[in-house]
């Protein structure tokens, strides 16, 4: 089993609508957590950090879930520009290693 | 503020050949991180240096070792390099060696092996 899992998608999203997708995370002691957007052929950028107690940005939001060991991010209002692959990356605690998963695939459409 | 920055952005080499891949840190970032990403995937974490010395690393064999300068420019190194290596490997930095800080990627280096 992977250590950080991610449906690939592609998630087809109407424009306006609402899209939200999950990260499975193996290990229980993971510590911090995120979500990065990664545009075709360009680097990943920090989207937004996933606390505890789930934070929103706008039409975004993050949620943790400990217990079963998933993030999501839920994205409200979609826009084209929204149209990317989100990643979501997971620091264990011990080891000082960072784990990214596979990334989900998102296209906003007209 | 400077970000990022990667050289080259793109290199081709042949199977059992040495490349070195260059990442100057974002002004203020003490700390730069490699990731190898093939086409499809997820970066894959590489290592990571702090002050000068690796203080994290992944699954990558010793072939791929890394340094970093006092100021806080990094390099890559890869031996004998495998068709497998082909990839983009991406330089990170951040601040703090705690594994909690958000990255700023630079653009990436493209390598092909043949």
């Known amino acids: 089993r992977k250590e950080v899992e991610q449906d690939p998608g592609p998630f087809n999203v109407p424009e306006g609508a609402t899209v939200a997708f999950n990260c499975t995370y193996s290990?229980?002691?993971?510590?911090?957590f995120f979500w990065y957007r990664q545009d075709c052929r360009k680097e990943p950028k920090l989207l937004m950090s996933?606390?505890?107690s789930g934070n929103e940005d706008g039409r975004f939001t993050a949620q943790l879930n400990r217990a079963s060991q998933y993030i999501s991010l839920l994205i409200r209002d979609s826009k084209l520009s929204d149209s990317a692959t989100y990643l979501c990356v997971v620091n264990r605690a011990a080891g000082n290693k960072l784990t990214f998963g596979g990334g989900t695939r998102v296209l906003v459409k007209p | 503020e400077t970000g990022v920055t990667q050289s080259p952005t793109h290199l081709i080499k042949t199977r059992g050949q040495q490349v070195t891949l260059r990442c100057s840190s974002q002004?203020?970032?003490?700390?730069v991180s490699w990731y190898q990403q093939a086409l499809g995937q997820g970066p894959q974490f590489i290592f990571q240096?702090?002050?000068?010395?690796?203080?994290g690393r992944g699954n990558f064999p010793p072939r791929f070792s890394g340094l970093q300068f006092p100021n806080y420019s990094s390099e890559l190194n890869v031996n004998a390099l495998e068709l497998d290596d082909s990839a983009l490997y991406l330089c990170?930095?951040?601040?703090?060696?705690?594994?909690?800080?958000?990255?700023?990627f630079g653009n990436g280096t493209r390598l092909t092996v043949t």
């Open positions: 996933v606390y505890s």
């Open positions: 002004s203020g970032h003490n700390t």
């Open positions: 240096y702090y002050r000068e010395e690796e203080n």
């Open positions: 290990n229980s002691a993971s510590q911090s």
């Open positions: 990170a930095s951040s601040l703090g060696a705690d594994f909690n800080s958000p990255l700023h």
